[in-house]
């Protein structure tokens, strides 16, 4: 079964550090997501993506993150300069059509942030 | 404004018991979404359901059913005779949007299915 695979599934970094997460989608959807999940809480929308360009945000969303799809297979979430807040599991997603056939955003296993 | 509550924030039930999550909404639109997701211990997001505002038919998928309610906003999930497969933390969500661009989630239930 097709699946959404995220790697590093766990990464340490020290404040002010930059970090990129890497997913890779499930290879026919069109629509890409990212969503954080603090330890314990709810899961938080970031972003949404379709056709090379960001189609809506949240307010979490602010300048120092930013993402892209470098290469077609690829979606990465960049962190410019990291803060003890955004130790966080980082969900990203994927839907066919902007979700309308089924409704269903696949998501991936996470990537572990922790920032010390 | 949009509002996903899970008062529950812990629930602990005896294998074969049947269980019910409760869900409760707020939304200004007349067009939206409701969704339930499972995470199990291995921490990712599993797909369970998705219910569009205009369909209140409830739905069952075998030891799993969910009842829509618009009168009074919820969007409950029953999980009959229970296993220890089931214990997870389970969030319910909300989507203003068809593409689900945006899930607003609850703060999510613990479920502890005890063998």
């Known amino acids: 079964e097709p699946e959404v695979t995220q790697t590093p599934s766990h990464q340490v970094t020290q404040m002010g550090q930059e970090v990129i997460l890497r997913c890779v989608p499930i290879?026919?959807?069109?629509?890409f997501y990212w969503y954080r999940q603090i330890l314990g809480q709810k899961v938080e929308f970031l972003v949404s993506?379709?056709?090379?360009?960001?189609?809506?945000k949240s307010e979490i969303f602010d300048d120092q993150f930013s993402v892209e799809r470098p290469d077609g297979s690829n979606f990465t979430l960049k962190i410019r300069s990291t803060k003890l807040e955004d130790s966080a599991m980082y969900f990203c997603?994927?839907?066919?059509?902007?979700?309308?056939?089924?409704?269903?955003?696949?998501f991936g296993e996470g990537s572990r942030l922790t920032v010390l | 404004a949009q509002k996903v509550t899970q008062a529950q924030t812990e629930i602990s039930v005896v294998e074969k018991e049947d269980v019910t999550l409760d869900c409760v909404y707020e939304?200004?639109?007349?067009?939206?979404?409701l969704f339930w997701y499972k995470q199990p211990p291995s921490g990712e997001l599993v797909f369970l359901i998705r219910?569009?505002?205009?369909?209140?038919q409830n739905e069952i998928s075998g030891r799993y059913s969910w009842n829509f309610q618009k009168s009074t906003s919820s969007f409950n999930f029953t999980i009959t005779a229970s296993q220890v497969v089931d214990s997870a933390v389970y969030f319910c969500?909300?989507?203003?949007?068809?593409?689900?661009?945006?899930?607003?989630f609850g703060t999510g239930t613990r479920l502890t299915v005890i063998p």
């Open positions: 997603a994927s839907s066919e059509l902007g979700g309308r056939s089924t409704g269903e955003l696949f």
């Open positions: 939304t200004r639109d007349t067009t939206y979404y």
């Open positions: 290879s026919n959807h069109l629509y």
């Open positions: 969500a909300l989507s203003e949007t068809a593409g689900a661009n945006n899930l607003f």
């Open positions: 993506f379709y056709n090379n360009e960001i189609s809506e």
């Open positions: 219910r569009n505002s205009f369909d209140e």
